[in-house]
């Protein structure tokens, strides 16, 4: 079993009277990268901020790099990487200002590989960090995030300003940043695709607390689409359990569950005589089936 | 012209804007019409002694000038709206006997015969060069509600003098409500017994020739103040320090005042000042404000206040404007500080223009129009959001629209002095002093401050030592304390690395300040009586803006906090190191507060007494400049949407203001008292918030969160 990366256990966020998480329990080992998702509002940068030590825990316990996400000291730090949803940088440095500013906090910094994620997405390094547009600045701000090479990479919703193109190359240095296998990557997004880009783990909020948390293939494995064409009418509601979605119109039904078995099929068809056709769900459906 | 007419639209909109509008025109119009004035604008006396000159003009009364008559001295009074008081002037230099004396009243019976009968309720009367006749003394006691009299360089009657001496003598006794007499230049004049009168105001010179008797607590049984005007260079005479030894005895005496009517004489002063606290121990001996009049000071004191208050709605006028952006999360905070920020901007309005017409601080108007300009422009900037370059001449272009008023107001009395040679080229060193003054103190403004090349080439440019000092770096940095780092060994420390982020002294702001350095150094030149800690003063306003910038600078960083925040220090080093990066940022504050106080001082001529009092001045402007500190650490790490962030930067805003006052009084503000006790409040109230606050803060922070 690898190293603990980050842990929460029965975490709870209140602001005022608004509970925004109400017992979220989260466990990441090394290695792994997970793609957090949630509607909007659902908490995703309130437990971010949580793990990363901005926000205090109301309840419960947040830990990061094994240790406590309020009292992270200088060398949790030092292996940590954070990239806001909005990315603010001191308007009149430049580029390069900004990355010596950066650079001069760190002493594992790795100049050459953010001189080369500067030149590939073409970020103009004597240009003032005020002028930059939206997308610039995410990425710059992602190369700030990457330049020490942290071993624990936080990114909240980092491609929502990118354009495809610069999304696409994003996710590309994620993945060579993952690929030793030796860094862990948790990212919030809306993007379900970039999810099954690079991620090897999902995490989906909902109401305050994680309705799962599993590996990708595993979450495709057991959440399936069966279309049923019975001999009579289906019932309108379903007992099953497991079951995410059930739509029915006469005899025919579609039932969508996240607790898939190849023993499922036969239940049915021996159940409601039912004809049953499976199908495959991308992370899109599956993520608006949970919803 | 889609935009310049958008521009306009909400200008207008703005009622902040239309008031600040209406105070530069009205303001001048104040100065314009400012009563007292000769058709040269300075009254022959103020003209002779120009420091004294606001205290010796009148909140109300008329003035008389020439050849007048009684029939005038009505006319003049009752055109005037106030029967008051009165100022009999000779502009001619010669001795007059006015035909309001036995002349007139001979010849015609049917008009009022003396001036009591003309203005029964007068309470104030000056003789400015007059020459009464010795039936017109006699009518003038008949004044019953007399409080204040003044004789300005008066000629004894006509006649044989020691007559004409006994019967003012005379009068004066009788006079039944006289509680402050001045003379000046009038030596000849012999006091008999006043009993009411509680301020005398003389020449030391003349002290044994006015003052005589033996029993002088019998003489003069409520007499409280006694105030000696010395010439410049001359002390007490002998004679007169033996009047003051037995004014000693008086059991209410409380203090004596010195004053000289002439700027700059600091050392003398002291001088005299220790001489008679020795000489008369006991009494309370400093340099006075000659002339001090109840009226005055109930005037000085509303002006005053209002002046200070006025500074507060352009700060919160700033933070209104800079909260429009938030009013659709903050609606009624927004109308609320607009509400305050139009009232207190009323306020301005009514004391710019009181001010310039009863008090002449001209000053004043330096201080709100250079207001004006950055709140138009801080407006206009909102408005045109484009690039940097159009941003920068926006901000000159203000500047300008904000001086041009100033400039009309004072263009006679900068450049006729110049035109004709009379300039006091002294203050040319004085303005030599302020230049390099400003712009060393502008390098001061990136003191210290590492360069990103160096900070991204570690030790790069170091010498030995300093990179010696490096190597101690780590060890300074685990050391734990409240204490600051100097700025040497701040380098390459977590705090130096914070203080890359902001930015240094930008072009827009060295624009901004080179626009008033050419109009301060053409009044340097033009005043003759700029001192050196008046110019210190001033050139320490100038500083005001950048730090003031520089706050914003930390303002902005705001955004950036929590990711700051990540970078690799503890929770407690971090905001250790953050507070020692504001402090140092806002540390050159402190030796141009220092200074200016200290000039403040020295011209008062305080340092020679009342240490205590200097050390509680010194102990409450550290308090002060700890409130200010604290203010600016919390409302950066304060949400921008959060009302408190408003607050204190409505505090900060205001309490700078009051602190470049309280340092540049010395030439803005005429007198220390009402001043002081005003502000001491103030003050005092700022101290014990900004320790109490600086206990509190590392706890504050320890429990912070950044969203």
Same mark, same amino acid.
């Given at each position: 079993?690898?190293?603990?990366?980050?842990?929460?256990?029965?975490?709870?966020?209140?602001f005022?009277?608004?509970?925004?998480?109400?017992?979220?329990?989260?466990?990441m080992r090394?290695?792994?990268?997970?793609?957090l998702?949630? !509607?909007n509002?659902?908490?995703?940068?309130?437990? $971010?901020r949580? #793990? =990363?030590? +901005?926000?205090?825990?109301t309840?419960? @316990?947040?830990?990061?790099l094994?240790?406590d996400?309020w009292?992270?000291?200088?060398?949790?730090?030092a292996?940590?990487?954070?990239?806001?949803?909005?990315?603010?940088?001191f308007?009149?440095?430049?580029?390069?200002?900004m990355v010596d500013?950066?650079?001069?906090?760190?002493?594992?910094w790795?100049?050459?590989?953010?001189?080369?994620?500067?030149?590939?997405?073409?970020?103009?390094v004597n240009k003032?960090c005020?002028?930059?547009?939206?997308?610039e600045?995410?990425?710059?701000g992602i190369?700030?995030?990457?330049?020490?090479?942290?071993e624990?990479?936080?990114?909240?919703?980092?491609?929502?300003? !990118?354009?495809?193109?610069a999304?696409?190359?994003f $996710?590309?240095? #994620? =993945?060579? +940043?993952?690929?030793?296998?030796?860094r @862990?990557?948790l990212?919030?997004?809306?993007?379900?695709?970039?999810?099954?880009?690079?991620?090897s783990d999902?995490?989906?909020?909902?109401?305050?607390r994680?309705?799962?948390?599993?590996?990708?293939?595993?979450?495709?494995?057991?959440?399936?689409?069966?279309?049923?064409?019975a001999?009579?009418?289906?019932?309108?509601?379903s007992?099953?359990?497991?079951?995410l979605?059930?739509?029915?119109?006469?005899?025919?039904g579609?039932?969508?569950?996240n607790?898939f078995?190849?023993?499922?099929?036969?239940?049915l068809r021996?159940?409601?005589?039912?004809?049953?056709v499976?199908?495959?769900?991308?992370?899109e459906?599956?993520?608006l089936a949970?919803? | 012209?889609?935009?310049?007419?958008a521009?306009?639209?909400?200008?207008?909109?703005?009622?902040?804007?239309?008031?600040?509008m209406?105070l530069?025109?009205?303001g001048?119009?104040?100065?314009?019409?400012?009563p007292g004035?000769?058709?040269?604008?300075e009254?022959?006396?103020?003209?002779?002694?120009?420091?004294?000159?606001?205290?010796?003009?009148r909140?109300?009364?008329a003035?008389?000038?020439?050849?007048?008559d009684?029939?005038e001295?009505?006319a003049a009074?009752?055109?005037?709206?106030?029967?008051?008081?009165?100022?009999?002037?000779r502009?001619?230099?010669?001795?007059?006997?006015?035909?309001g004396?036995?002349?007139?009243?001979?010849?015609?019976?049917?008009q009022?015969?003396?001036l009591?009968?003309?203005?029964?309720?007068?309470?104030?009367?000056?003789?400015?060069?007059?020459?009464?006749?010795?039936e017109?003394?006699?009518?003038?006691?008949?004044l019953?509600?007399?409080?204040?009299?003044?004789?300005?360089?008066?000629?004894?009657?006509p006649g044989?003098l020691?007559?004409?001496v006994?019967?003012?003598a005379?009068?004066?006794?009788?006079?039944?409500a006289?509680?402050?007499?001045?003379?000046?230049?009038?030596?000849?004049?012999?006091?008999?017994?006043?009993?009411?009168?509680?301020?005398?105001?003389?020449?030391?010179?003349d002290?044994?020739?006015?003052?005589?008797?033996?029993?002088l607590?019998?003489?003069f049984?409520?007499?409280?103040?006694?105030?000696l005007?010395?010439r410049?260079g001359?002390?007490?005479?002998?004679?007169?320090?033996g009047?003051?030894?037995?004014?000693?005895?008086?059991?209410?005496?409380?203090?004596?005042?010195?004053?000289?009517?002439?700027?700059?004489?600091?050392?003398?002063?002291?001088?005299?000042?220790?001489?008679?606290q020795?000489?008369?121990?006991g009494l309370?001996?400093?340099?006075?404000e000659?002339?001090?009049k109840?009226?005055?000071?109930?005037?000085?004191?509303?002006v005053?206040?209002?002046?200070?208050?006025?500074?507060?709605?352009v700060?919160?006028a700033?933070w209104?404007?800079?909260a429009?952006?938030?009013?659709?999360?903050?609606?009624?905070?927004?109308?609320?500080?607009?509400?305050i920020?139009?009232?207190?901007a009323?306020?301005m309005?009514?004391?710019?223009?009181?001010?310039?017409w009863l008090?002449?601080?001209?000053?004043?108007?330096?201080?709100?129009?250079?207001?004006l300009?950055?709140?138009?422009?801080g407006?206009?900037?909102?408005?045109?959001?484009?690039?940097?370059?159009?941003?920068?001449?926006?901000?000159?272009?203000?500047?300008?629209i904000?001086?041009?008023?100033?400039?009309?107001?004072?263009?006679?009395?900068i450049f006729v002095?110049?035109?004709?040679?009379d300039?006091?080229?002294?203050?040319a060193?004085l303005?030599l002093?302020?230049a390099?003054t400003?712009?060393?103190?502008?390098?001061?403004?990136?003191?210290?401050?590492?360069?990103l090349?160096e900070l991204?080439?570690p030790?790069?440019g170091?010498?030995g030592?300093?990179?010696?000092?490096?190597?101690?770096?780590?060890?300074y940095?685990?050391?734990?304390?409240?204490?600051?780092?100097?700025?040497?060994?701040l380098r390459?420390?977590?705090s130096?690395?914070l203080r890359?982020?902001?930015s240094?002294?930008?072009?827009?702001?060295?624009?901004?300040?080179?626009?008033?350095?050419?109009?301060?150094?053409v009044m340097?030149?033009a005043?003759k009586?700029?001192?050196?800690?008046?110019?210190?003063?001033?050139?320490g306003?100038?500083?005001?803006?950048?730090?003031?910038?520089?706050?914003?600078?930390?303002?902005?960083?705001?955004?950036r906090?929590?990711v700051?925040?990540?970078?690799?220090?503890g929770?407690?080093d971090?905001w250790?190191?953050?507070?020692?990066?504001?402090?140092?940022?806002?540390?050159?504050?402190?030796?141009?507060?220092?200074?200016?106080w200290?000039g403040?001082?020295?011209?008062q001529?305080?340092?020679?007494?009342?240490?205590?009092?200097?050390?509680?001045?010194l102990?409450?402007h550290?308090?002060?400049?700890?409130?200010l500190?604290?203010?600016?650490?919390?409302?950066?790490?304060?949400?921008?949407?959060?009302?408190?962030?408003?607050?204190?930067g409505?505090?900060?805003?205001?309490?700078?203001?009051?602190?470049?006052?309280?340092m540049?009084?010395?030439?803005?503000?005429?007198?220390?008292?009402?001043?002081?006790?005003?502000?001491?409040?103030?003050?005092?109230?700022a101290?014990?918030?900004?320790?109490v606050?600086?206990?509190r803060?590392?706890?504050?922070?320890?429990?912070?969160?950044?969203?």
């Open positions: 079993m690898s190293e603990v990366m980050l842990e929460v256990k029965s975490l709870r966020k209140s005022g009277t608004a509970e925004v998480l109400s017992g979220v329990d989260l466990v090394r290695g792994e990268v997970t793609g998702l949630g !509607l509002g659902a908490g995703k940068s309130t437990l $971010l949580c #793990l =990363l030590g +901005l926000l205090r825990c309840a419960g @316990t947040a830990a990061v094994g240790c996400s009292n992270l000291g200088a060398s949790e730090k292996r940590l990487g954070y990239v806001p949803q909005d990315v603010f940088l308007p009149t440095l430049s580029v390069k200002g500013y950066t650079a001069a906090f760190y002493g594992n790795n100049a050459s590989r953010v001189t080369e994620l500067l030149r590939r997405w073409e970020l103009p003032a005020g002028v930059l547009s939206p997308g600045r995410q990425k710059l190369v700030l995030a990457l330049g020490h090479e942290p624990l990479l936080i990114l909240d919703e980092p491609v929502a300003s !990118l354009d495809p193109s999304r696409r190359g $996710l590309e240095s #994620l =993945l060579e +940043l993952a690929a030793d296998g030796n @862990t990557v990212f919030s997004t809306h993007i379900t695709s970039d999810v099954e880009r690079v991620a999902v995490a989906l909020l909902r109401s305050g994680i309705q799962f948390h599993e590996d990708l293939d595993g979450l495709k494995e057991r959440t399936k689409r069966l279309r049923l064409t001999g009579a009418s289906l019932p309108l509601q007992d099953l359990p497991g079951v979605q059930w739509q029915v119109n006469g005899v025919t579609v039932l969508t569950v607790n078995t190849a023993a499922l099929p036969d239940e021996a159940k409601w005589g039912a004809d049953v499976i199908e495959d769900l991308n992370l459906e599956i993520f949970n919803n | 012209m889609g935009r310049v007419r521009v306009l639209s909400v200008l207008i909109s703005q009622k902040l804007t239309v008031i600040f209406l530069s025109v009205l001048p119009l104040g100065l314009l019409y400012r004035e000769t058709e040269s604008g009254s022959s006396f103020s003209e002779q002694f120009p420091e004294v000159r606001p205290f010796y003009e909140a109300s009364g003035q008389v000038w020439g050849h007048f009684w029939r001295v009505k009074a009752v055109e005037s709206g106030s029967e008051q008081g009165l100022w009999l002037a502009d001619d230099g010669f001795p007059f006997l006015p035909r004396a036995s002349a007139h009243r001979q010849a015609e019976p049917d009022p015969r003396n009591h009968e003309i203005v029964p309720a007068l309470g104030q009367l000056t003789l400015d060069r007059c020459q009464l006749g010795i017109d003394w006699r009518d003038l006691s008949q019953r509600q007399l409080r204040l009299f003044e004789c300005f360089r008066v000629l004894p009657p044989k020691s007559d004409g006994e019967a003012v005379e009068s004066l006794s009788a006079f039944p006289l509680r402050q007499l001045n003379l000046l230049g009038s030596g000849w004049i012999r006091l008999g017994s006043m009993p009411v009168l509680e301020t005398l105001i003389l020449d030391s010179a002290l044994p020739r006015v003052i005589v008797g033996d029993d607590a019998l003489q049984p409520q007499l409280q103040t006694l105030v005007r010395l410049p001359e002390g007490v005479p002998e004679g007169g320090m009047i003051l030894r037995k004014l000693q005895q008086h059991p209410k005496l409380r203090r004596v005042e010195l004053t000289t009517g002439v700027s700059g004489q600091h050392r003398f002063m002291n001088s005299q000042i220790t001489v008679l020795d000489q008369l121990p309370t001996v400093r340099r006075g000659a002339g001090f109840f009226g005055n000071v109930f005037v000085m004191i509303v005053i206040f209002g002046l200070l208050a006025s500074q507060v709605p700060s919160a700033l209104a404007l800079a429009i952006p938030q009013a659709g999360t903050l609606p009624h905070f927004v109308r609320t500080i607009r509400g920020a139009v009232g207190f009323v306020l309005l009514f004391n710019g223009f009181l001010s310039a008090m002449e601080i001209r000053w004043y108007f330096p201080v709100c129009l250079n207001l300009a950055v709140s138009l422009s407006i206009l900037q909102q408005l045109a959001r484009s690039s940097l370059w159009k941003k920068q001449v926006v901000v000159i272009f203000c500047s300008c904000g001086f041009s008023p100033q400039l009309i107001v004072f263009l006679p009395g002095p110049l035109i004709v040679g300039v006091a080229w002294f203050n060193g303005l002093v302020s390099v400003f712009f060393v103190a502008l390098s001061a403004m990136n003191w210290q401050r590492a360069s090349s991204s080439e030790g790069a170091l010498t030592a300093e990179a010696r000092m490096r190597a101690l770096e780590r060890a940095v685990d050391m734990k304390g409240t204490t600051i780092p100097s700025p040497r060994r390459g420390s977590f130096e690395r890359a982020g902001t240094g002294i930008t072009r827009k702001q060295l624009t901004s300040m080179w626009i008033m350095v050419p109009a301060f150094s340097f030149m005043g009586s700029m001192t050196l800690p008046a110019v210190l003063g001033l050139t306003y100038l500083f005001f803006l950048p730090i003031l910038m520089r706050m914003q600078s930390w303002h902005q960083r705001r955004q906090l929590s700051d925040f990540l970078l690799p220090a929770r407690d971090f250790r190191h953050f507070q020692v990066a504001v402090f140092w940022d806002l540390a050159i504050a402190i030796p141009m507060i220092f200074a200016a200290v403040q001082e020295m011209w001529g305080t340092f020679s007494q009342h240490a205590a009092g200097l050390l509680l001045q102990l409450l550290a308090g002060a400049a700890t409130l500190y604290v203010l600016t650490v919390l409302s950066v790490v304060t949400p921008a949407k959060d009302g408190r962030r408003y607050l204190f409505t505090i900060i805003g205001g309490l700078t203001m009051l602190m470049l006052l309280d540049t009084g010395n030439w803005c503000v005429p007198g220390t008292l009402s001043f002081s006790a005003w502000i001491l409040s103030v003050f005092v109230v101290a014990v918030a900004g320790v606050l600086l206990v803060l590392p706890g504050i922070l320890r429990r912070l969160e950044l969203p």
